[in-house]
């Protein structure tokens, strides 16, 4: 039993440590807010959801079935719609507002918790981790994600540092329920998963140029679609 729990969390590994960068990029981010102008600020956020805009786009183009994507993201959206996640991570964040008295934290929270768990290295390395032990994709996205999460909690508050709760729940399932989906995690469906997640990235930036508002939050069940999919043809052998 000591030694079953004791895997689980070797395989975690990897996740506990993104969690840490964000955490940690995070801290550093907020000590450096104070000397960076408002008017900087405002400029980096718009220079960074052009980024964030071009990455979903690179990503979402290397899906190799259309139809599938599109579905996808119409029943991810229903499901979405029906438990309302975009309320339920929002109700999460106030929470947290009102119990630790941070101010407001929400949309650095729900926007910093999609960049970091719809990407393609989130949902590859924490199949690599379940999988194989090797941690290596997901050490590479915590330097990654520890930089951003600098620039994000400098623009967009200390809800940032809470999104590293989400990372470590998302990831971690992924990682443990990987040994139990081998059968189905194969290049074609991950790929797919990963251009799901893309688009909702392309959204992300959108968001973030202030102009309207996408609840992306409830597309995230959108991104499991090519998984349930590829789990029917493999059941029923289509």
């Given at each position: 039993?000591?030694?079953?729990f004791?895997?689980?969390?070797?395989?975690?590994?990897?996740?506990?440590?993104?969690?840490?960068?964000?955490?940690?990029?995070?801290?550093?981010?907020q000590?450096?807010?104070?000397?960076?102008?408002?008017?900087?600020?405002?400029?980096?956020?718009?220079?960074?959801?052009?980024?964030?805009?071009?990455?979903?786009?690179?990503?979402?183009?290397?899906?190799?079935?259309?139809?599938l994507?599109?579905f996808?993201?119409?029943?991810?959206?229903?499901?979405?719609?029906?438990?309302?996640?975009?309320?339920?991570?929002?109700k999460?964040g106030?929470?947290?507002?009102?119990?630790?008295?941070?101010?407001?934290i929400?949309?650095?929270?729900?926007?910093?918790?999609?960049?970091?768990?719809?990407?393609?290295?989130?949902?590859?390395?924490?199949?690599?981790?379940?999988?194989?032990?090797?941690h290596?994709?997901?050490y590479?996205?915590?330097?990654?994600?520890?930089?951003?999460?600098i620039?994000?909690?400098?623009?967009?508050?200390?809800?940032?540092?809470?999104?590293?709760?989400?990372?470590?729940?998302?990831?971690?399932i992924?990682?443990?329920?990987a040994?139990?989906?081998k059968?189905?995690?194969?290049?074609?469906?991950?790929?797919?998963?990963?251009?799901?997640?893309?688009?909702?990235?392309?959204?992300?930036?959108?968001?973030?140029l202030?102009?309207?508002?996408?609840k992306?939050?409830?597309?995230l069940?959108a991104?499991?679609?090519?998984?349930?999919?590829?789990?029917?043809?493999t059941?029923?052998?289509?």
């Amino acid at each position: 039993m000591l030694l079953y729990f004791y895997n689980r969390g070797e395989k975690m590994l990897g996740t506990i440590v993104n969690a840490v960068a964000i955490v940690i990029g995070s801290i550093i981010g907020q000590l450096i807010k104070k000397l960076s102008p408002d008017k900087f600020n405002d400029t980096l956020m718009k220079g960074l959801a052009l980024s964030v805009i071009f990455i979903g786009i690179s990503g979402a183009m290397k899906s190799s079935n259309i139809i599938l994507l599109i579905f996808s993201i119409a029943i991810g959206a229903i499901i979405g719609e029906i438990l309302d996640i975009d309320a339920l991570l929002n109700k999460f964040g106030n929470h947290i507002e009102k119990r630790f008295n941070v101010g407001r934290i929400s949309q650095g929270f729900i926007t910093a918790t999609l960049i970091y768990c719809v990407g393609a290295m989130a949902i590859v390395g924490s199949i690599e981790s379940g999988l194989t032990g090797n941690h290596a994709t997901l050490y590479a996205k915590s330097t990654i994600d520890g930089l951003t999460a600098i620039i994000f909690s400098s623009s967009l508050g200390i809800g940032v540092m809470f999104s590293a709760i989400s990372v470590i729940i998302y990831q971690g399932i992924i990682t443990i329920g990987a040994s139990f989906l081998k059968n189905i995690l194969i290049d074609s469906t991950i790929t797919q998963m990963s251009a799901v997640g893309s688009l909702l990235i392309m959204g992300i930036g959108f968001n973030m140029l202030g102009d309207f508002k996408i609840k992306l939050a409830n597309l995230l069940p959108a991104i499991f679609i090519p998984l349930v999919y590829q789990l029917i043809i493999t059941l029923f052998n289509i």
